[in-house]
């Protein structure tokens, strides 16, 4: 099984940039998503890792060391459509459904 | 392009009564499909996954039940729904085990 930890909630300003960490605790690694969810939406994918390492998408990127069982999102130049629960799930490599945190909930202010 | 459509948005249905909601992808074949549940301030929890047609595992005991009669197609049901059915139910697809799942819209179910 999975046991996926993150922060409850953030709060940084517009422009700015935030880092969500994800740790998790797994009896088999087979990759990590990140998933942005907007309130009362539903969740839409942002990145996947599965090696060691840094991958970027213009603004967004994602951070994955499996020795340490460990993620981040980054999040640069912030702006307030960010303002978003940024999920962190990974997935199991037995049988490759994804485990999911509870969410981060990120709130961008002026 | 792939596109996936759940309904109905959003429901309100008494305790005891059935339910039905009904999810399908287009622009692709022999998806991976799933149905996920999301409580208030909780994580996504997986109910249903199906790698084929009629093939469907079940991951948590529970009074719903997950049907899949055409590839493309996944519905989710109950005979007789219970308050802590109540939640925010998402379908999701796949193109294979190692790619990334992507979610329909939702139905939000709220139970009286």
């Known amino acids: 099984g999975q046991n996926i930890d993150q922060p409850t909630e953030m709060t940084a300003t517009e422009g700015a940039i935030v880092q969500i960490n994800c740790t998790y605790q797994t009896s088999g690694f087979n990759g990590l998503f990140w998933y942005q969810q907007h309130a009362g939406e539903a969740p839409t994918f942002l990145s996947y890792?599965?090696?060691?390492g840094l991958e970027e998408k213009g603004r967004f990127s994602s951070f994955l060391s499996r020795s340490k069982g460990y993620s981040y999102l980054l999040l640069k130049e912030l702006q307030m459509k960010d303002s978003a629960s940024y999920l962190c799930?990974?997935?199991?490599?037995?049988?490759?459904?994804?485990?999911f945190g509870a969410g981060t909930t990120v709130t961008v202010r002026a | 392009s792939q596109t996936i459509h759940q309904w109905p948005a959003t429901l309100v249905q008494p305790v005891g009564s059935p339910l039905s909601l009904e999810c399908t992808v287009e622009?692709?074949?022999?998806?991976?499909l799933y149905w996920y549940r999301q409580a208030a301030g909780r994580g996504l929890q997986l109910l249903f996954y199906s790698v084929g047609i009629g093939q469907i595992s079940s991951e948590v005991p529970q009074n719903l039940s997950a049907s899949r009669p055409q590839d493309r197609q996944f519905i989710l049901s109950s005979k007789k729904l219970l308050l802590s059915d109540s939640g925010f139910y998402l379908c999701?697809?796949?193109?294979?085990?190692?790619?990334?799942?992507?979610f329909g819209d939702g139905t939000r179910l709220s139970i009286l």
């Open positions: 622009g692709t074949s022999n998806p991976n």
């Open positions: 799930a990974v997935r199991d490599r037995a049988d490759y459904k994804l485990s």
């Open positions: 890792n599965v090696l060691d």
């Open positions: 999701a697809w796949s193109s294979g085990n190692e790619q990334p799942q992507h």
